[in-house]
């Protein structure tokens, strides 16, 4: 598997490097050839893609043994190519259990009978040798149900960080006021705790010492002698503790340890760190760190994925081509050199994951290299093997010390790895053997290239690549969490900059102005940065001074934190030939300009509100109190009042989708219609009484604490109303014969007609329109792109906002049979919906998860009808982005709207009938009937 890894990082090409990929490696696993019995290499698949059926090659297809491998392009993206590859998965017959997929740089593994989104394993192809035992089912001596070995490497480097983290937290309690000598010695322990698992001090040295100490009660003793003797460049032979020090032992500091503190210390040397990540202990670690309160699960880090989209652009995939490129071995030489001399910043380093990750793709790319060198033989036995890829060309600013020093670990841990892992290779190939002097220790000096300072006010060192994730804070928080003082300072030292600038713009700026010509860079930012201040001050800054962005991911949710987007960019300061990837809902699309919006389609920051849309579109009501409703702690009991002209069935977004509302909604006490109190509680009683216990106490509360705002006293002058019910809209809507609704947040476009017996809730938008024709535009397939470009996004859903519909221009002039088209369409959509659904026994989300099928569905049919004849009634021109088309067509009617031109706005056009069958009927989900 050593050789077959360097053998990878040479990169198999031309049109068989799947087949041979694949063969290569089942030879590692003993099969001759690489052609077992069973195995189909490769293997065609006829299968349904988008309503066609097409073939479609895998590397391999081992039925017996429901194994399928997927060797993708180099430069495929996994997360991405996995979803292509699980839809083909799922249509076989069996249907795979294990999958493997690879680029031929990284592997992930995943096991369909237990997770079909996330891989069970996810490694470098180097990492091979070390999870051999994760592919039971490539092995000769199998047996059906064997299970794959797999050690969760990040399970285990969150466990042993948590441990880590609570170690520290319990000396810094002992110690309090002594916070400098605390980071320091964690930091030491930490170091020594990593180097007896990889090599760097004698197997279980550390941990025997603790063992021992606790015996002879003088563990600060024996911690005080290992890290003076780490710290002591010549001590006799034969000397056991090597020569450590890299500035972080220069001062030994040891500190007293109770009994707690020992056995946390002690828990955490038993952990095996041969399988910590540093990266992900690192910034897991520093997340503990920076906020005590979190734990180490619920903290979250920058996954190695992520880290990849701003190092593969900017730093791997360019090397890569000159590496390919390269066409005689003085070419070669000449690139190695320059491969030793690249310089990486990571100008917002934290604990120094974006630098690990770097430097141990420079690593992997001095392997590519030294492979493609092989091919001449002049250089057999003359290759030195040894890393020539240092620590100190790698710079990390940060303002946070304890970062710092961790960066600093973390770098030379890289080192260590990383020769560990080229000895392995090079050990692999006989006469490779010098690389017997391991150069990890004395572990480098970082001090000049972490620096703790303030990286918006200090000199950035001059390198070729700068890469990081720097802080983000919204503009409108800075002056609240950083100061007057330093706001002042900002503004003086970035005077382009406006006010109400995301903290990350100020490091897009500045890296950029720190390039030289045709330097790269790779940022990860808010998804703030593509519209309004924060995208002036960011990327139409690096566009407007000579930068070309090279390869973006629009916008993607950050795992662990549901309330951020983000943005990654990579780009290079001068011009960049395209085509340029782009990837917006985790599709890669290849344009030949990667705008500054970083989206497809143009610009939809750039709409206008139209006039005639400022009315026919509300929010549902907004309780303010859970007493209104029926369940729940503070809800009222159904039984007694159940039928009674004042409870109302409530329509949620979640109980349409769920399909509850025809069969178990929810109920809420209505006596909106009641002018006084007296009034309320003769048409309430007992339900008036339950809230009056409830609401006026909670409102009466609120309102003379002072605290609130005047919302309160307002609502105390009519209590037993809802807090927020949207009186004005629904009189609005009162000669309607049913509601149109969709809900907030959703996946999906759901428009539905409800009964207007309902009180539809916060959770959902109402529209005033109950006909065809409206609820065929709302549904279409252009009214959910505009959804997706206006709206916002919550985790990984789209947030049905006022935005959407103020600025959506609708048909402005459909001709009847257009309407009548639309009409037409929706009716029989909705009625294939309730066929399904009826049928099926299925809730309205279920019937759209099943129709997420490859082929044909009824369903799929039915909106694709639908779409063609809002299509039409637009007269939007074929092979146009629906996006782009709504959008010229807002700017023409606003226009329009300002010249004082009419225009149409939402709704059935005025001079239609409203009750001709063609746009009109009478379908809407009915409440349960209420037997008396
Ligand atoms: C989003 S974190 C990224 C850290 C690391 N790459 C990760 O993914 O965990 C941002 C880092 O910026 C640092 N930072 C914040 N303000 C800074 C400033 N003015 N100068 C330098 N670093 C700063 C923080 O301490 C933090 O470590």
């Not at 809900?743 to 409800?754: D, H, I, L, N, Q």
Request: net charge negative; charged share 25%; hydrophobic share 40%.
């Amino acid at each position: 598997l050593q050789q077959f890894a360097l053998g990878a990082a040479g990169g198999y090409t031309g049109r068989d490097a799947h087949l041979a990929f694949t063969t290569h490696l089942l030879e590692c696993f003993g099969w001759k050839d690489g052609r077992p019995e069973g195995a189909e290499i490769p293997r065609l698949l006829a299968i349904a893609d988008g309503g066609k059926h097409v073939e479609r090659e895998v590397a391999l297809w081992w039925a017996e043994r429901r194994t399928l491998m997927e060797v993708a392009a180099h430069d495929a993206v996994l997360d991405f190519a996995w979803k292509d590859l699980v839809r083909v998965c799922l249509q076989l017959d069996p249907i795979p259990q294990y999958v493997v997929l690879t680029n031929q740089r990284d592997l992930q593994l995943y096991d369909l009978a237990r997770d079909r989104e996330a891989p069970r394993l996810a490694i470098r192809i180097d990492d091979l040798p070390r999870y051999s035992e994760a592919f039971p089912f490539f092995t000769k001596e199998w047996t059906p149900g064997a299970v794959p070995k797999i050690v969760n490497v990040e399970k285990v480097s969150e466990e042993v960080a948590d441990l880590v983290a609570r170690l520290y937290r319990s000396v810094h309690a002992e110690h309090t006021g002594r916070e400098k000598d605390v980071i320091r010695f964690t930091l030491q322990c930490i170091t020594a705790m990593f180097a007896e698992d990889i090599g760097l001090l004698p197997k279980n040295y550390f941990t025997s010492l603790l063992y021992n100490g606790a015996k002879s009660g003088d563990i600060e003793r024996r911690l005080g002698e290992l890290f003076t003797q780490m710290n002591t460049a010549d001590l006799p032979a034969p000397r056991v503790v090597p020569y450590f020090n890299g500035g972080l032992f220069t001062d030994v500091v040891t500190l007293r340890l109770g009994d707690t503190q020992v056995r946390a210390l002690t828990k955490a040397a038993e952990a095996n760190w041969t399988y910590v990540d540093p990266h992900i202990f690192g910034s897991v670690f520093q997340g503990i760190m920076n906020d005590a309160e979190r734990h180490a699960s619920g903290a979250h880090y920058t996954a190695h994925d992520d880290i990849m989209r701003v190092v593969g652009p900017t730093i791997v995939e360019p090397w890569r081509k000159r590496i390919q490129v390269a066409a005689s071995l003085k070419e070669l030489t000449e690139l190695r050199k320059q491969l030793f001399a690249f310089r990486v910043l990571d100008p917002a380093c934290g604990s120094g994951n974006f630098l690990y990750v770097a430097f141990r793709e420079l690593y992997r790319l001095d392997t590519e290299l030294l492979s493609r060198m092989r091919e001449f033989p002049s250089t057999a036995g003359k290759l030195s093997w040894n890393g020539g890829i240092s620590t100190v060309n790698f710079y990390g600013i940060d303002i946070n010390p304890f970062a710092v020093e961790l960066a600093k670990v973390t770098l030379n841990i890289a080192k260590k790895i990383a020769f560990e892992e080229r000895k392995a290779q090079a050990f692999a190939l006989a006469g490779q053997v010098e690389m017997d002097i391991d150069p990890s220790l004395p572990l480098d000096n970082l001090d000049k290239n972490i620096v703790c300072a303030d990286a918006l006010f200090m000199d950035w060192p001059e390198v070729d690549a700068i890469v990081g994730n720097p802080p983000f804070l919204s503009g409108t928080k800075i002056r609240g969490e950083l100061g007057d003082e330093y706001l002042q300072r900002m503004l003086e030292g970035f005077p382009s900059i406006e006010g109400r600038t995301d903290l990350c713009a100020y490091w897009f700026q500045r890296a950029h102005d720190r390039l030289s010509d045709s330097g790269k860079a790779g940022l990860v930012g808010t998804s703030g940065i593509r519209v309004g201040k924060t995208r002036e001050a960011s990327l139409d800054y690096i566009v407007e001074h000579g930068g070309t962005i090279t390869n973006a991911v629009s916008s993607r949710v950050w795992p662990g934190e549901s309330s951020v987007d983000v943005s990654m960019v990579n780009w290079v300061r001068g011009p960049a030939d395209g085509p340029h990837p782009l990837i917006v809902d985790g599709e890669t699309f290849l344009v030949d300009r990667i705008p500054t919006h970083l989206q497809l389609h143009a610009d939809a920051s750039e709409t206008k509100d139209i006039v005639a849309n400022a009315a026919g579109m509300a929010e549902g009501v907004s309780f303010g109190h859970a007493a209104f409703r029926s369940g729940g702690p503070k809800g009222f009991s159904l039984a007694p009042v159940r039928g009674k002209p004042f409870i109302r069935p409530v329509a949620t977004g979640d109980d349409l989708l769920r399909g509850r509302l025809g069969t178990e909604p929810d109920y809420c006490i209505d006596l909106s219609s009641c002018l006084t109190e007296g009034e309320a509680k003769a048409a309430g009683g007992e339900a008036f009484d339950h809230l009056r216990e409830h609401v006026y106490a909670t409102v009466k509360g609120r309102a003379d604490s002072g605290k609130e705002t005047d919302h309160y006293k307002s609502w105390l002058r009519y209590w037993w109303k809802p807090h927020w019910g949207r009186e004005e809209f629904f009189a609005s809507v009162k000669d309607r014969s049913r509601l149109l609704v969709c809900p907030k947040v959703s996946s999906r476009s759901a428009f539905a007609f409800v009964s207007k017996l309902f009180v539809p809730t916060d959770t959902m938008k109402v529209f005033a329109f109950d006909d065809d024709y409206s609820f065929g535009v709302m549904q279409s397939r252009l009214h959910w792109e505009w959804t997706k470009a206006k709206g916002s996004r919550v985790r990984a859903d789209i947030q049905y906002t006022v935005a959407v519909w103020r600025t959506l221009p609708w048909p402005q002039d459909p001709t009847d049979e257009q309407v009548g088209a639309v009409g037409g369409a929706s009716q029989k959509l909705r009625q294939v919906r309730a066929d399904l659904m009826e049928q099926n026994g299925w809730s309205l989300r279920a019937l759209y998860q099943a129709a997420e099928v490859e082929g044909p569905h009824p369903l799929k049919d039915a909106q694709t009808e639908l779409d063609e004849a809002v299509t039409a009634a637009y007269g939007m021109p074929p092979n146009q982005s629906p996006t782009t088309f709504l959008l010229e067509l807002n700017q023409l009617v606003a226009e329009d709207e300002e010249q004082a031109r009419k225009v149409r706005g939402p709704g059935l056009p005025e001079h239609l009938d409203p009750n001709d069958p063609r746009w009109t009927s009478a379908d809407c989900i009915e409440p349960p009937k209420v037997e008396n």
